[in-house]
């Protein structure tokens, strides 16, 4: 969070979170970590009805907007890896992108 602010960035979930609710940054993170979680499990259950003839939204779209979420959690699971990525984060994608699977 101490890069965002560095940035000048102010919009972070766990800033957001601590401003409107007077949380601590470390009680924020957890409430936010546990908000992913349970996010997850629901995403999941939506996976595993993707067959139902009664699900409203094509399989898909489902299977792309679930790819974009774990997008998102893998370049933010370990600190902002968009905003200030370390080596870890930059072989990641190049791991993942640029470099042809062999």
């Known amino acids: 969070m101490q890069a965002e ?3 000048g960035e102010t919009a972070s979930s ?3 979170l601590m401003r409107e609710t007077g949380l601590s940054e470390a009680s924020a993170r ?3 970590t546990n908000l ?3 996010t997850w499990k ?3 259950k939506e996976i595993s009805i993707l067959d139902s003839d ?3 939204f094509s ?3 489902v299977e792309t907007a679930i790819n974009l979420a774990r997008i998102a959690r893998c370049t933010y699971q370990h600190g902002d890896a968009h905003g200030a990525p370390d080596s870890r984060s930059k072989n990641r994608v190049l791991s ?3 470099d042809p699977i062999k």
């Open 5 to 7: 602010l560095e940035r």
């Open 59 to 61: 399989k898909p779209f």
């Open 42 to 44: 629901k995403l999941n």
């Open 14 to 16: 766990i800033l957001c």
């Open 54 to 56: 009664n699900y409203p």
């Open 36 to 38: 992913v979680e349970e």
């Open 30 to 32: 957890e409430y936010i």
């Open 96 to 98: 993942l992108i640029v």
